[in-house]
């Protein structure tokens, strides 16, 4: 349910604007103390003095007493959804395995592929709520969740489905963005047979045009390299789904010029991306997600956000909640790593955790920044200082969290 809400006293701290912002501009942030917001059925159509401020009636009221009111954050890119956890993989890498060769021998993304298929849709529900819940503790209001880990119609289906369900029933706390991920690795029956795999998934888009809003693909090497991933992605706009590509993780391959040449919505994780890349990105309009969790947990170097930035791309930022590469959802600990290790300024961190969060879904105009129209998804910090985000590393500086004009989280 939409609701009615007063938040007076704000200290409103937003990007502006209804498309991703790229490059430099992405350091612009409106500041204006003394705040009143008026949300009506889950819009906000007030942002001014109190005085001037319209009637709502059987509205609620929460006094930010001053604090900083931000934009709800956007978790553009997360794998929430899934059988079983990883530790021991986790452990191999602390003694010096790498992710593609646990992922070679038939773990990894398969380990996931294999506990998923024996859970009910009710189990891999509740284990997701959970993150969820902790999510919208930490001021997401807006989650993209992707499907892969199961690989055969079935599977897909079930993910799809417990997603769907999800979205359902928890779109009073949170909105659910669904994202069909079927080439996320290449099950041991095809191995050697990826483009029969690929036929299969092509095959299958039709069934879950319904359930997705984009398709995604892992393009990296010996997994699902560029030809193939053409392929797939092509088939999918086809199908109507709008474009993600999981690009230049592991290796340079030519992701990020793939989402150019195919004018995806983002190429994400990007950590080894050629300067060729980042360029055209940067004249397609892709936005640029970025997943510091993701680099920090696999020990890789960090993506080349100050780059992307200078050459007038938009950047966002995601957490990659997965039980594999990154068993984190932390956008505290996002932000601090995005601040210290890939030299964003603290302004550029919120951008890319809101507006273009939204880009990264292509919801730019409907959510992402503190404006009349867009929906009532605000985060209050505990501080009238919004420098102090990174500062807090790795720690939960969320007071409140509102999403669609309710009160969803109130941290003591
Ligand atoms: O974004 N690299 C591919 N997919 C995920 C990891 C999934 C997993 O390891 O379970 C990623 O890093
Ligand atoms: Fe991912």
Not at 10 to 18: C, E, F, M, N
Not at 66 to 82: A, C, E, R, Y
Not at 251 to 275: I, M, R, Y
Not at 348 to 365: K, S, V
Request: include cysteine; charge should be negative.
């Amino acid at each position: 349910m939409a609701g009615n809400l007063f938040v007076k006293n704000a200290r409103v701290v937003t990007p502006i604007g209804s498309q991703a912002i790229k490059g430099k501009k992405m350091g612009d942030l409106q500041e204006i103390p003394n705040t009143t917001i008026a949300i009506r059925e889950g819009k906000i159509i007030y942002i001014g003095d109190n005085i001037g401020c319209p009637e709502i009636p059987d509205a609620n009221n929460i006094d930010a007493k001053g604090k900083v009111v931000l934009p709800g954050f956007v978790d553009s890119h997360t794998h929430l959804i899934f059988g079983g956890f990883r530790p021991d993989e986790f452990e191999w890498r602390l003694k010096g395995d790498t992710y593609m060769s646990i992922m070679e021998r038939g773990g990894g993304i398969q380990s996931t592929v294999n506990a998923t298929k024996k859970a009910s849709e009710d189990q891999l529900m509740k284990k997701a709520q959970w993150f969820l819940d902790r999510m919208g503790e930490m001021g997401v209001t807006t989650v993209e969740v992707k499907s892969g880990y199961g690989l055969d119609f079935d599977t897909e289906l079930k993910m799809l489905k417990a997603i769907a369900r999800l979205k359902e029933e928890e779109s009073s706390v949170i909105d659910i963005v669904p994202t069909f991920l079927g080439a996320h690795a290449v099950p041991p029956e095809y191995k050697g047979r990826t483009s029969e795999f690929v036929d299969l998934l092509i095959e299958m888009m039709p069934q879950f045009k319904d359930l997705a809003k984009f398709c995604d693909v892992f393009c990296e090497k010996n997994v699902f390299e560029i030809e193939d991933s053409r392929r797939l992605l092509k088939a999918a706009e086809e199908n109507g789904f709008k474009l993600k590509l999981h690009a230049d993780e592991i290796v340079t391959l030519g992701g990020g010029e793939l989402s150019a040449e195919l004018n995806a919505v983002s190429a994400d994780h990007l950590l080894h991306v050629s300067h060729d890349g980042i360029l055209k990105m940067a004249e397609a309009g892709v936005v640029a997600t970025l997943l510091p969790l993701t680099a920090f947990a696999l020990k890789e170097p960090y993506a080349p956000a100050r780059k992307f930035i200078d050459q007038g791309c938009a950047v966002a930022l995601a957490t990659d909640l997965n039980p594999g590469s990154c068993f984190s959802g932390s956008i505290p600990l996002t932000i601090a790593l995005a601040c210290i290790y890939m030299n964003m300024s603290i302004e550029e961190t919120i951008t890319a955790l809101t507006l273009n969060g939204a880009a990264a879904l292509d919801m730019a105009e409907e959510i992402g920044s503190i404006e009349v129209g867009k929906r009532g998804d605000l985060v209050i910090l505990g501080s009238d200082n919004y420098r102090i985000l990174p500062y807090y590393v790795g720690m939960n500086c969320v007071k409140a969290t509102i999403f669609n004009g309710n009160i969803v989280s109130l941290n003591p």
